[in-house]
């Protein structure tokens, strides 16, 4: 029988008048504004998708967070820094209160650059606050995409966000450049007669490089207001946009998340954007705005005043440029002096190579990995769990071996340091350099290859014989054995939800194939034995159950979802009863 | 046996029904556990009094800053045994620092301790378009196509491309003077001369004093400019400097090797060499009085000013340039004529096979 319509009565009338529920002052007075606000732009339509959206948690995933927030305080700090801050090469005498360099002929660049560190309140933590961001910002950029790289997260579909990555990494690294060669001192000075060295000895265009850059002759009077520009404007521009692209993607594909009970391709397991992931969020920006707040309060960085305006007669032993320069230094001091003088031309690859080669080397290698790995692997699903780094011990032992090259190079940057801390040969650190970097990322291959699978080893140990109890049990015979607790369904899930990527044999059904395509096929089938011939298998179901029979510690896998460590426990007690 | 816990949802069914991709199934979520902050009202209160602390010092720290900004004076400083700052720099930076640090370990601490911590799930999408999508776009975009009438009418397609290839043209040409053009003549003017030449004395750098030989000692290096180089200011000053900068250095005539056609180019063993290094630019002067070495401090090449500058260690590939130098009518030191090869890094245009002698 059709149920009764509903009916306007009294009560609901009554009701009516009465507001829902009590709201706060906040949300009253905010109220007003909001619907002002929503018909013109539909806000609640915008938030609905994102209110709730959730993000895993993960320490590391804090990384990309500190590069993000340490990039607001350098635009932030930037701002400030422009509004005092002279890009002019015109050449004045100081008057300012730095009393070591009164009266002395330097750039405007300098002179303002005192007069922020030293006449203007707060000028000096600004300075240092903005430096320190620099340097961590890069830092952060770097470290965050070693972890990008060792958990697999450039993996489809994120290989465009690892791309703008390493674009976001170079135009980093050019920014912090730039910057610090604005205050037109002798240490910035010297490196920017560096670069005027490096693209003057680029074959064929050096010469027209050079005098486009500097409009002229080193130093010319127009590369600091150039470099200003770039370094306020250009890149900054760029970086935005590319940040906002960046952080798009993450929204649209969702974030990443490490392996665990719950956590499936298809899911994303974590805390709501509102409160807690905002609360975090927005309470870690703060944390790192304020640690680099006290980094430029407490510790001293580019202090100009010390080294002076820049001379090009002048120079101080021991000039190093910023930590994220270091590698190219290092390639450009260890480099043998090759050029070439043909006819009446000189080819100077000495330069030109760790100059332009390296960084090319550098960001060029990092760009193509997703997709040489993909070529390799023939895999086209989407991946949104992470991949423990030892569950792929030939890409994890890449990472590492290029870590270990540009660690060479980065202390072949410092040699002469190297040589008067440690009391060593100059001579003999250049030499030794010159082979480790080719040799050291060999030897750092394969000893990381061998961790990795050593680390799978333990992990197929913890799946099959339990965890280690910590209680020796003695046998009659007098025989000791530690006793092993079962792991549970969750750790289990762990350990074996990742794909066993398979070494392939060469093709032999070659039937319907050009030459070319099989021989293509081939190659990558060698590849994939290189790549994963020698990473331990999963155990398989069978094995598990068999060696938890073994060991009398029944887990049942039937897959219920329901945890039976505790019964496993008391089974134990029944084996130790015996 | 084997739930579907996907919801619909694609990706998220395998977990329980693969057995060979699965060796262990998914055993769901693990179960929710409680906080302190959750289940003891005091542990609860106690990070409440926490979180209203960090945000209450915020305002102290703010409006200290302020009072530090108008009433510490600028050359006050404070000495931690050794090291020593600036009393207002380090005072700013620790009032405001603190009070961004404190208000974000205040919200922290909130989302940590007392927010509701239970986790969510949601479900993701293929990152692809869907089928709907695309084949609404594909035949749409068809109908674009025929609506232009660009398929018709090819010549109107022809003409945009190289239309659209050639309008960039001037933006780029626009770029052309970016500089001078280094041509031939150019460079003969700008990079391949220095402001040396006949008579010009060679000066002590800063104080442009002229030098007499009879006061260098052997294994001595001064650092010398051009004496004309007086007469420049501001950026030419610097240019030039960048080029004419040069060391004067006595050595033993019996320890060193002097080309024969060197001989006239140095006085009783006071030889004149650029301050440029051959490999970028940097000024050197780490001189090493008893090998003849004079090592650069940027990346360590090092010249044997006993042999014609030859390069003995270091990325640097050419010999260090010298200066014909001999004495003028008053006994002081002067210049012969300008450098025979362009001092400073090298260059493609760069002739380099006169380096040697």
């Given at each position: 029988?059709?149920?009764?319509?509903?009916?306007?009565?009294?009560?609901?009338?009554?009701?009516?008048?009465?507001?829902?529920?009590?709201?706060?002052?906040?949300?009253?007075?905010?109220?007003?504004?909001?619907?002002?606000?929503?018909?013109?732009?539909?806000?609640?339509?915008?938030?609905?998708?994102?209110?709730?959206?959730?993000?895993?948690?993960h320490w590391s995933f804090?990384l990309g967070?500190i590069a993000?927030?340490?990039?607001?305080?350098?635009?932030?700090?930037?701002?400030?820094?422009?509004?005092?801050?002279?890009?002019?090469?015109?050449?004045?005498?100081?008057?300012?209160?730095?009393?070591?360099?009164?009266?002395?002929?330097?750039?405007?660049?300098?002179?303002?650059?005192?007069?922020?560190?030293?006449?203007?309140?707060?000028?000096?933590?600004?300075?240092?606050?903005?430096?320190?961001?620099?340097a961590v910002f890069v830092a952060a950029m770097l470290t965050h995409s070693l972890r990008i790289f060792f958990t697999g997260a450039f993996r489809k579909?994120r290989e465009i966000n690892w791309l703008i990555g390493v674009a976001m990494l170079t135009l980093g690294i050019i920014?912090g450049f730039?910057?610090?060669?604005?205050?037109?001192?002798?240490?910035?000075?010297?490196g920017?007669?560096f670069v005027?060295g490096l693209?003057?000895s680029i074959p064929?265009?050096?010469?027209?490089?050079?005098?486009?850059?500097?409009?002229?002759?080193?130093?010319?009077?127009?590369?600091?207001?150039?470099?200003?520009?770039?370094?306020?404007?250009?890149?900054?521009?760029?970086?935005?946009?590319?940040?906002?692209?960046?952080?798009?993607?993450?929204?649209?594909?969702?974030?990443t998340?490490y392996p665990?009970?719950?956590?499936?391709?298809?899911?994303?397991?974590?805390?709501?954007?509102?409160?807690?992931?905002?609360?975090?969020?927005?309470?870690?920006?703060?944390?790192?705005?304020?640690?680099?707040?006290?980094?430029?309060?407490?510790?001293?960085?580019?202090?100009?005043?010390?080294?002076?305006?820049?001379?090009?007669?002048?120079?101080?032993?021991g000039s190093q440029p910023d930590w994220y320069m270091g590698f190219v230094e290092g390639g450009i001091r260890l480099m043998p002096n090759w050029e070439w003088?043909?006819?009446?031309?000189?080819w100077s690859w000495n330069v030109a190579i760790p100059g332009l080669g390296l960084m090319g080397l550098f960001f060029g290698l990092m760009a193509i990995y997703p997709f040489v790995e993909a070529w390799v692997t023939g895999d086209k699903s989407?991946h949104?769990i992470l991949d423990r780094p030892r569950n792929n011990p030939t890409r994890t032992a890449f990472g590492v071996a290029a870590m270990t090259g540009y660690a060479m190079l980065w202390i072949g940057g410092g040699n002469d340091l190297v040589a008067t801390q440690f009391h060593v040969s100059l001579n003999s650190v250049t030499y030794f350099l010159r082979v480790a970097v080719f040799v050291a990322p060999v030897i750092a291959f394969l000893v990381t290859k061998r961790i990795c699978i050593g680390l799978q080893r333990s992990d197929r140990d913890r799946m099959?014989?339990?965890?280690?109890?910590?209680?020796?049990?003695?046998?009659?015979?007098?025989?000791?054995?530690?006793?092993?607790?079962?792991?549970?369904?969750?750790?289990?899930?762990?350990l074996t939800q990742h794909e066993d990527l398979p070494a392939l044999l060469p093709a032999?059904?070659?039937?319907?194939?050009?030459?070319k395509?099989i021989k293509r096929e081939q190659r990558r089938r060698k590849a994939t034995r290189f790549y994963f011939i020698d990473t331990l298998r999963r155990p398989?179901?069978?094995?598990?159950?068999?060696?938890?029979?073994?060991?009398?510690?029944?887990?049942?896998?039937?897959?219920?979802?329901?945890?039976?460590?505790?019964?496993?426990?008391?089974?134990?007690?029944?084996?130790?009863?015996? | 046996?084997?739930?579907?816990?996907?919801?619909?949802?694609?990706?998220?069914?395998?977990?329980?029904?693969?057995?060979?991709?699965?060796?262990?199934?998914?055993?769901?979520?693990?179960?929710?556990?409680?906080?302190?902050?959750?289940?003891?009202?005091?542990?609860?209160?106690?990070?409440?009094?926490?979180?209203?602390?960090?945000?209450?010092?915020?305002?102290?720290?703010?409006?200290?800053?302020?009072?530090?900004?108008?009433?510490?004076?600028?050359?006050?400083?404070?000495?931690?045994?050794?090291?020593?700052?600036?009393?207002?720099?380090?005072?700013?930076?620790?009032?405001?620092?603190?009070?961004?640090?404190?208000?974000?370990?205040?919200?922290?601490?909130?989302?940590?301790?007392?927010?509701?911590?239970?986790?969510?799930?949601?479900?993701?999408?293929?990152?692809?378009?869907?089928?709907?999508?695309?084949?609404?776009?594909?035949?749409?975009?068809?109908?674009?196509?025929?609506?232009?009438?660009?398929?018709?009418?090819?010549?109107?397609?022809?003409?945009?491309?190289?239309?659209?290839?050639?309008?960039?043209?001037?933006?780029?040409?626009?770029?052309?003077?970016?500089?001078?053009?280094?041509?031939?003549?150019?460079?003969?003017?700008?990079?391949?001369?220095?402001?040396?030449?006949?008579?010009?004395?060679?000066?002590?750098?800063?104080?442009?004093?002229?030098?007499?030989?009879?006061?260098?000692?052997?294994?001595?290096?001064?650092?010398?400019?051009?004496?004309?180089?007086?007469?420049?200011?501001?950026?030419?000053?610097?240019?030039?400097?960048?080029?004419?900068?040069?060391?004067?250095?006595?050595?033993?005539?019996?320890?060193?090797?002097?080309?024969?056609?060197?001989?006239?180019?140095?006085?009783?063993?006071?030889?004149?060499?650029?301050?440029?290094?051959?490999h970028v630019?940097?000024?050197?002067?780490?001189?090493?009085?008893?090998?003849?070495?004079?090592l650069c401090p940027c990346h360590q090449s090092t010249?044997?000013?006993?042999?014609?500058?030859?390069v003995v260690f270091g990325p640097a590939a050419?010999?260090?340039?010298?200066?014909?130098?001999?004495?003028?009518?008053?006994?002081?030191?002067?210049?012969?004529?300008?450098?025979?090869?362009?001092?400073?890094?090298?260059?493609?245009?760069?002739?380099?096979?006169?380096?040697?002698?």
């Amino acid at each position: 029988m059709a149920e009764p319509a509903a009916t306007v009565n009294d009560e609901t009338a009554v009701q009516a008048q009465t507001p829902k529920k009590e709201l706060g002052p906040v949300f009253k007075l905010a109220g007003g504004p909001t619907k002002w606000l929503d018909d013109r732009i539909g806000v609640a339509g915008l938030s609905r998708p994102f209110l709730r959206k959730v993000f895993p948690d993960h320490w590391s995933f804090l990384l990309g967070e500190i590069a993000l927030y340490s990039f607001i305080v350098l635009i932030l700090s930037g701002i400030f820094l422009t509004i005092w801050f002279k890009p002019s090469m015109s050449e004045i005498e100081y008057e300012g209160s730095y009393e070591l360099l009164r009266g002395l002929q330097m750039s405007e660049a300098f002179a303002s650059t005192l007069n922020i560190s030293f006449d203007i309140r707060g000028g000096l933590l600004l300075r240092q606050m903005h430096h320190w961001a620099a340097a961590v910002f890069v830092a952060a950029m770097l470290t965050h995409s070693l972890r990008i790289f060792f958990t697999g997260a450039f993996r489809k579909p994120r290989e465009i966000n690892w791309l703008i990555g390493v674009a976001m990494l170079t135009l980093g690294i050019i920014n912090g450049f730039t910057g610090y060669s604005l205050p037109d001192d002798l240490l910035s000075g010297t490196g920017l007669r560096f670069v005027d060295g490096l693209i003057r000895s680029i074959p064929v265009i050096g010469t027209w490089a050079e005098f486009f850059t500097f409009a002229g002759e080193f130093p010319g009077e127009l590369i600091i207001p150039r470099l200003y520009m770039v370094h306020i404007l250009l890149v900054p521009a760029l970086l935005l946009g590319l940040i906002a692209a960046h952080l798009a993607l993450v929204v649209y594909h969702k974030h990443t998340q490490y392996p665990g009970p719950g956590r499936v391709t298809g899911n994303v397991v974590g805390y709501p954007v509102f409160p807690v992931y905002a609360a975090k969020a927005g309470g870690f920006f703060l944390i790192v705005f304020g640690v680099l707040t006290l980094m430029g309060a407490t510790m001293q960085i580019n202090p100009v005043w010390v080294f002076g305006p820049y001379n090009p007669a002048e120079i101080t032993a021991g000039s190093q440029p910023d930590w994220y320069m270091g590698f190219v230094e290092g390639g450009i001091r260890l480099m043998p002096n090759w050029e070439w003088h043909i006819g009446s031309t000189t080819w100077s690859w000495n330069v030109a190579i760790p100059g332009l080669g390296l960084m090319g080397l550098f960001f060029g290698l990092m760009a193509i990995y997703p997709f040489v790995e993909a070529w390799v692997t023939g895999d086209k699903s989407e991946h949104h769990i992470l991949d423990r780094p030892r569950n792929n011990p030939t890409r994890t032992a890449f990472g590492v071996a290029a870590m270990t090259g540009y660690a060479m190079l980065w202390i072949g940057g410092g040699n002469d340091l190297v040589a008067t801390q440690f009391h060593v040969s100059l001579n003999s650190v250049t030499y030794f350099l010159r082979v480790a970097v080719f040799v050291a990322p060999v030897i750092a291959f394969l000893v990381t290859k061998r961790i990795c699978i050593g680390l799978q080893r333990s992990d197929r140990d913890r799946m099959l014989h339990g965890a280690e109890s910590g209680i020796i049990d003695r046998a009659p015979s007098g025989k000791y054995a530690e006793r092993h607790r079962p792991i549970s369904e969750g750790e289990a899930y762990t350990l074996t939800q990742h794909e066993d990527l398979p070494a392939l044999l060469p093709a032999t059904d070659t039937d319907g194939f050009s030459v070319k395509e099989i021989k293509r096929e081939q190659r990558r089938r060698k590849a994939t034995r290189f790549y994963f011939i020698d990473t331990l298998r999963r155990p398989t179901r069978a094995e598990i159950e068999e060696a938890a029979h073994h060991h009398m510690h029944p887990m049942h896998l039937s897959g219920d979802g329901e945890h039976h460590a505790i019964e496993a426990e008391v089974e134990e007690e029944h084996h130790l009863a015996k | 046996m084997s739930e579907d816990t996907s919801h619909g949802h694609p990706g998220t069914e395998v977990a329980t029904v693969d057995e060979e991709r699965y060796p262990v199934p998914d055993p769901g979520l693990e179960e929710h556990l409680p906080r302190l902050t959750d289940v003891d009202e005091k542990a609860a209160d106690r990070a409440t009094r926490q979180v209203a602390t960090f945000f209450g010092l915020v305002p102290i720290l703010s409006i200290g800053f302020v009072v530090v900004y108008f009433a510490v004076p600028g050359d006050a400083w404070v000495d931690f045994g050794p090291l020593r700052a600036n009393s207002r720099n380090l005072l700013l930076g620790l009032t405001f620092g603190l009070a961004l640090l404190f208000l974000g370990i205040g919200a922290v601490h909130w989302a940590r301790k007392l927010m509701d911590d239970k986790e969510m799930i949601d479900y993701r999408h293929s990152a692809a378009s869907s089928d709907d999508d695309k084949n609404y776009v594909l035949t749409e975009l068809d109908k674009v196509v025929d609506e232009s009438k660009i398929t018709r009418r090819k010549i109107i397609g022809r003409t945009l491309l190289a239309a659209l290839a050639t309008i960039l043209l001037p933006m780029i040409v626009g770029l052309a003077d970016l500089g001078p053009w280094p041509t031939k003549k150019k460079r003969a003017e700008t990079i391949e001369r220095t402001i040396w030449a006949p008579g010009v004395r060679v000066v002590q750098d800063v104080t442009f004093k002229p030098i007499k030989p009879e006061d260098i000692e052997i294994g001595q290096l001064i650092n010398g400019e051009p004496a004309n180089l007086q007469e420049l200011h501001g950026s030419e000053f610097q240019i030039e400097k960048a080029k004419a900068a040069v060391i004067v250095v006595r050595m033993d005539p019996n320890t060193i090797t002097i080309p024969p056609s060197r001989e006239g180019w140095q006085i009783g063993g006071i030889l004149c060499y650029s301050k440029i290094c051959t490999h970028v630019g940097c000024p050197i002067s780490l001189w090493e009085q008893q090998t003849h070495h004079l090592l650069c401090p940027c990346h360590q090449s090092t010249f044997d000013l006993g042999d014609a500058g030859k390069v003995v260690f270091g990325p640097a590939a050419r010999p260090l340039p010298q200066l014909p130098i001999t004495t003028d009518a008053e006994g002081y030191i002067v210049a012969q004529r300008d450098f025979l090869v362009p001092p400073g890094p090298s260059y493609f245009e760069r002739d380099s096979r006169h380096d040697s002698p």
